[in-house]
């Protein structure tokens, strides 16, 4: 159901702006707005600003800008429904009312978030009582604080049958069962406790409400940890320890670890490392990756570095491939074998996993690694082998600018490892070496800066002027460029008709050509202003020509394509910014996002793909 706008402009009528913003920001007044240090990245000088008046926040450093239910969104990382019902709240507000079945669905949820906060509570209680002291003992022994206990809300199940069922009987016995508390035999015999002797971690959702519980045996027993089965307030396929906490961290340190259980992640936190959440007991799912993707663009996965850590590093990044977009990937970080991170910030404190973490490596290069490593590939059977794989995983990736980039990115570092004999193409150099093989390539690197739009049509040219057969092989995506300036567009269509009567026509014959139609200057100011070096627009003797066609035609293609999808993305951002506008739903918020962050990342792999001209120079002297 969407939300009236009506009821979103009550909202923010009734909520002040600067009253959200001060609860994260230290705020000071900036004649009629307020201003303080950007919540959204560091910085040491104010450069974000509050207007109450107009109802918006804009930081001038990021960029970031928004309403107060923006701000709560991407702060504490909720959801836009559960963004506005926490403001609701806060204003006094009824939510709209729902259908029937959602009003039944709500109602019940209510009630069962008071069963589970209840459990909690008591669970607390029992780790402060006299029973709890070989639990406590426990808590010590692994080195945590009672402040850290407290802040995680961590507990103690008696070890008895019935010992919860008994304390919460008032709560009711079907909502106990209903929240997994408890477990009703399918024989119909007595209900009894799910948990029993176990140090107990409660599990919170989104707004910080306990939905759940994970438990650690104390002493022998199996399982060693049991979770809270899948119930109406929780799917541990959709949820992340410690996400509530650790979001608002990530989203101002711009990253999030994720690790292997709830004692990292604790452990973690009390070093100071705040910004960690862990899946619970599965390997991440398609809908958990997404919950990290709302908080950071590539979010660190910390495994170990035993055998059973790297296969379960590679089943990760397999998992990821289909979901990958611009601006959307992950990193990894190894541990050191026999450790975790629970060991390595207790042993060599957070210095040491500090390091670890600076030490990870993109997806595409544990990709790599995985097929290369370790491998026999002595003869052309097995390294065809290896090319299949690798081709194997850029085709699973289902956003297309993305999946054309690994792709080229594979094929050059197979290129480098596997033929040798082939010399990485450096317009002007003889014999160049091959292209070092390394982490991942610029062009899959994150966001830096946007490049011209006006560079990158000037660099096109060049290319067309210096490889005529570009515009014959290209026509057709050239023609769809949306040149600004009439000169250059006049150029462009010129030397499309030129090789469109001789496909054939080589670099002398169109400047004959360009010169006959008056266009000769033209041609020249654009080589002249041209800042960006490719492989296609460097001057090449005749006789390297063959032998590089195929590097220049593979980078003219990446540029235009690219060039190409940017508009069609601007296009589309400015019609979903639209559609927000009009109506502030949680699809059109997550579509504006996504292709502002599509966006984002095909700027930086133009970018990346990009040199200056006096680099060039320079390296070529």
């Not at 990382?77 to 009824?94: I, K, N, Q, T």
């Not at 009582?129 to 070989?134: F, L």
């Not at 961290?249 to 709830?262: F, Q």
């Not at 590539?298 to 570095?305: A, H, N, S, T």
Request: proline fraction near 5%.
């Amino acid at each position: 159901m969407s939300i009236p706008a009506a009821f979103l402009d009550e909202i923010r009528a009734r909520v002040g702006l600067a009253t959200v913003v001060g609860r994260r920001v230290k705020l000071t007044r900036a004649g009629r707005e307020m201003k303080g240090c950007c919540p959204f990245h560091n910085e040491k000088t104010p450069s974000f600003y509050v207007n109450e008046d107009k109802g918006f926040y804009h930081c001038f450093g990021c960029g970031e800008h928004g309403s107060v239910i923006d701000f709560v969104i991407k702060q504490e990382g909720l959801a836009f429904r559960d963004a506005v019902e926490s403001l609701a709240a806060e204003a006094g507000l009824d939510m709209p009312l729902e259908s029937p079945e959602g009003q039944q669905r709500a109602k019940v949820a209510a009630g069962l978030h008071d069963v589970t906060g209840r459990a909690a509570a008591w669970f607390t209680e029992q780790l402060g009582s006299v029973g709890g002291a070989a639990a406590r003992g426990y808590l010590e022994k692994r080195g945590l604080s009672a402040e850290t206990v407290r802040t995680f809300g961590l507990g103690l199940a008696p070890d008895g049958r019935k010992q919860l069922k008994g304390a919460l009987s008032e709560l009711g016995e079907d909502r106990l069962v209903e929240t997994g508390m408890l477990i009703a035999p399918e024989d119909g015999g007595d209900s009894y406790d799910r948990f029993r002797g176990r140090l107990m971690f409660p599990i919170r959702d989104a707004r910080g409400r306990v939905i759940a519980f994970g438990g650690r045996i104390l002493g022998d027993g199996q399982p060693k940890y049991l979770n809270s089965p899948d119930t109406p307030l929780f799917d541990k396929g959709r949820t992340l320890y410690n996400l509530d906490r650790a979001g608002p961290v990530a989203r101002k340190s711009a990253r999030l670890l994720v690790v292997e259980g709830y004692m990292d992640v604790i452990a973690l936190a009390q070093a100071g490392i705040a910004e960690a959440v862990a899946p619970l007991g599965t390997a991440l799912t398609e809908q958990q990756l997404q919950l990290l993707w709302r908080v950071v663009p590539e979010p660190i996965l910390c495994f170990d570095g035993d055998t059973a850590g790297q296969r379960a590093g590679l089943r990760a990044a397999l998992r990821a491939l289909p979901l990958l977009e611009p601006g959307r990937s992950l990193r990894l970080a190894t541990l050191p074998a026999g450790q975790d991170p629970d060991d390595l910030v207790r042993t060599q404190g957070k210095a040491a996993f500090e390091q670890l973490l600076a030490q990870a490596e993109p997806l595409i290069d544990r990709l790599w690694r995985a097929e290369t490593e370790g491998i026999d590939t002595t003869t052309p059977e097995r390294r065809a082998g290896v090319r299949g794989r690798l081709r194997e995983h850029s085709q699973a990736i289902v956003n297309p600018s993305v999946r054309s980039l690994y792709d080229a990115e594979f094929r050059s570092r197979f290129d480098a490892l596997y033929l040798p004999q082939r010399a990485a193409f450096v317009p002007g150099k003889r014999g160049a070496a091959p292209a070092p093989l390394g982490r991942a390539s610029a062009a899959l690197k994150a966001l830096h800066a946007r490049p011209s739009a006006a560079g990158e049509h000037l660099a096109l040219l060049v290319g067309v002027l210096e490889n005529p057969r570009l515009a014959d092989r290209f026509g057709e995506s050239l023609a769809h460029l949306e040149l600004e300036d009439v000169q250059l567009k006049r150029l462009l269509f010129a030397v499309l008709d030129a090789v469109s009567h001789d496909p054939d026509l080589d670099k002398a014959a169109l400047s004959h050509d360009l010169h006959v139609r008056g266009l000769a200057e033209i041609a020249d100011q654009v080589r002249n202003s041209n800042l960006l070096g490719f492989s296609f627009t460097r001057s090449v003797l005749p006789d390297q020509v063959s032998g590089h066609a195929a590097a220049i035609e593979r980078d003219f293609a990446a540029v235009v394509d690219t060039v190409l999808l940017r508009t069609r993305i601007e296009s589309e951002l400015a019609a979903a910014t639209a559609r927000y506008a009009q109506s502030e739903t949680q699809s059109n918020w997550d579509a504006q996002q996504r292709l502002r962050a599509e966006k984002a990342s095909i700027n930086a792999m133009l970018m990346s793909l990009t040199e200056t001209l006096r680099g060039a120079q320079l390296e070529e002297h």
